[in-house]
């Protein structure tokens, strides 16, 4: 059995809320009214740390009750929306600040980055802060020659090495302080989302080399807003929400149950009048609808991968005489585009307009999924833009014979297949 490297124990962090500070010309000024009222400023500084109300306004629980462990060699991806609790968390884990209750106890070596050039001296080059990073790391001077190379050549900023950081673009900076922190073999990566800052050639790279620290006996965290790099990384998910840990499981399971919490609305969306609806000056949404062929359309209704669905939607046009096409982007929760639906460009009056189709049954997977509306005018010009007119869940009809897990792929079309046997052995 692998090694329990990091163990979190009911967790939490408190923080006092609307606090002022005065503010003095000097350092004398402040001494000095600091003499004049010593029981007030006494009072100010107990109630700074006193949390006896815990459920005062004025406090903030960024963390509350969090628990959970890590063993050795997992990628533990940590979602939630922002203000969820996610970078509290890790600056916790990362000793950067103190928890206001509870306990963590880490077994190893740990490297954070948090935001980008964390632990970077602005003033000194690259080459110096590879070695300071390593020496603070505690790497000896021989360990850090063997892999200055091959940190320099994965950072990509070889011409600019002897250059103060402070030069660096943001970008520069962040592929730097992953590569340093990749290669210097700590037990545990504690990794932020500054990733994203990257270019979409880097996070690749950065996504393998964590599955290679990984598949060495390293222990990752994870924390991103692109599920497709947690999904495709973690092999472990907890989901953070106000401050609480809410989910700890498989990574598709809880990616899945995170996504779906976030879209809004249902299968139905019906606006009663055009300041209320979604669109802008010249396009504005009256309704969108899925409902199953052989029912009238109800919200909350079951959909099955079985079913033949109907896509309604209606729409109020103020352009007169605009030349325009409707496309319909149909997303999986995750993000990827299942197909694009586009209708005829044609004279648009002003006016209420429905546009409608339908997708045939045994066609769409089990998931959750968006519909995106574009409005489109003279096959050029986007006039308007809808994302998320509306979201829809599609469920596994019930099976005769064993079911074997979840039907692999984004669609699951029922086609005909022969299948017989054509000679003798």
């Not at 939607?313 to 585009?337: I, M, R």
């Amino acid at each position: 059995m692998s090694e329990t490297y990091i163990k979190v124990d009911h967790l939490s962090k408190l923080y006092r809320l609307g606090v002022a500070e005065a503010m003095h010309d000097s350092l004398g000024a402040a001494i000095g009214a600091a003499l004049k009222a010593p029981f007030k400023n006494f009072r100010k500084l107990q109630g700074l740390s006193d949390f006896k109300d815990k459920d005062d306004e004025s406090v903030l629980w960024a963390l509350r009750d969090v628990s959970f462990e890590v063993r050795e060699g997992e990628v533990l991806g940590v979602v939630g929306k922002n203000g969820a609790g996610k970078s509290t968390l890790l600056k916790l884990l990362s000793r950067i600040s103190l928890p206001s209750s509870g306990s963590i106890e880490i077994s190893g070596r740990v490297v954070s980055l948090l935001e980008v050039g964390t632990g970077f001296h602005k003033e000194l080059s690259g080459r110096e802060n590879i070695y300071m990073n390593g020496t603070i790391l505690g790497m000896t001077r021989k360990e850090i020659d063997r892999k200055f190379d091959e940190i320099v050549a994965f950072s990509g900023v070889e011409r600019f090495i002897d250059t103060p950081v402070k030069r660096y673009s943001s970008g520069m900076q962040v592929r730097l302080a992953f590569s340093v922190a990749a290669h210097l073999e700590p037990e545990i990566m504690i990794i932020d989302e500054v990733l994203a800052v990257g270019d979409a050639d880097f996070q690749k790279r950065c996504l393998g080399k964590m599955k290679d620290v990984s598949q060495q006996g390293r222990t990752v965290l994870f924390v991103s807003h692109n599920m497709q790099a947690v999904q495709s990384l973690c092999t472990r998910c907890i989901m953070m929400e106000n401050g609480r840990l809410v989910m700890d499981g498989g990574t598709d399971e809880v990616i899945n149950y995170y996504l779906s919490k976030q879209m809004t609305g249902g299968s139905m969306r019906v606006y009663e009048t055009p300041t209320d609806a979604p669109g802008n000056q010249q396009i504005r949404l009256q309704r969108a609808i899925v409902y199953k062929n052989s029912s009238t359309p109800s919200d909350g209704q079951l959909l099955y991968v079985n079913d033949e669905l109907v896509f309604e939607f209606a729409f109020w046009n103020y352009s007169p005489g605009v030349h325009a096409n409707l496309s319909l982007v149909l997303n999986t929760v995750k993000g990827e585009v299942i197909f694009n639906v586009v209708t005829d460009d044609k004279p648009i009056g002003e006016g209420l307009h429905v546009a409608r189709f339908q997708i045939p049954a045994n066609l769409l997977n089990d998931n959750v999924y968006s519909i995106d509306l574009y409005f489109i005018k003279n096959l050029k010009e986007t006039i308007c833009l809808i994302e998320n007119a509306v979201s829809f869940e599609v469920h596994d009809a019930p099976r005769e014979k064993a079911w074997y897990g979840k039907w692999i792929g984004a669609i699951r079309p029922k086609l005909h297949i022969t299948f017989e046997q054509e000679s003798r052995l």
